[in-house]
Nanobody
Framework: QVQLVESGGGLVQAGGSLRLSCAASGRTISTSAMAWFRQAPGKEREFVVAINWSGGSTYYADSVKGRFAISREHMKNTVYLRMNSLTPEDTAVYYC?????????????????WGQGNQVTVSS
C-alpha cells in the first residue's frame, strides 16, 4: 500500500504560480509512476502530468505543457507540481496518484493510489 498526502493548494490571481507537493509513504515507490490529475466542478477528472519515479521521464497534457513542471525528490519520497502562468481554467481540485507500475499512463483507472485532493483556485 502507498499513502499519498498532498499540500500546497490555495488561491492565486491569474498569471500567478503555485507549487503542490505529494508525499508518499508505505511501500517503496521506486517501481511506480506518479501523476497529477485535476477535477473542475461539473467535469470529469482529467490527466495533468505524470513522472516515472525511477528514470524521471515525464508526460504532460497539452493544456499545461510549458506552464507546469513535475519533479521528484527521492530522499523525501515527494513529487512536486510547479504551476506557472495560471489561468481561471486551471481552477480545480488537484489529485496526486500512483500506480504499481513504472510506465506512465494517463487514465484515471490506471492508478492504484490517490491523495485526498487539494483545491487550487485562480481568480481573474
Amino acid at each position: 500500500q502507498v499513502q499519498l498526502v498532498e499540500s500546497g493548494g490555495g488561491l492565486v490571481q491569474a498569471g500567478g504560480s503555485l507549487r503542490l507537493s505529494c508525499a508518499a509513504s508505505g511501500r517503496t515507490i521506486s517501481t511506480s509512476a506518479m501523476a497529477w490529475f485535476r477535477q473542475a466542478p461539473g467535469k470529469e477528472r482529467e490527466f495533468v502530468v505524470a513522472i516515472n519515479w525511477s528514470g524521471g521521464s515525464t508526460y504532460y497534457a497539452d493544456s499545461v505543457k510549458g506552464r507546469f513542471a513535475i519533479s521528484r525528490e527521492h530522499m523525501k519520497n515527494t513529487v512536486y507540481l510547479r504551476m506557472n502562468s495560471l489561468t481561471p481554467e486551471d481552477t480545480a481540485v488537484y489529485y496526486c496518484a500512483a500506480r504499481d507500475h513504472l510506465d506512465i499512463r494517463t487514465g484515471v483507472f490506471e492508478y492504484d493510489y490517490w491523495g485526498q485532493g487539494n483545491q487550487v483556485t485562480v481568480s481573474s
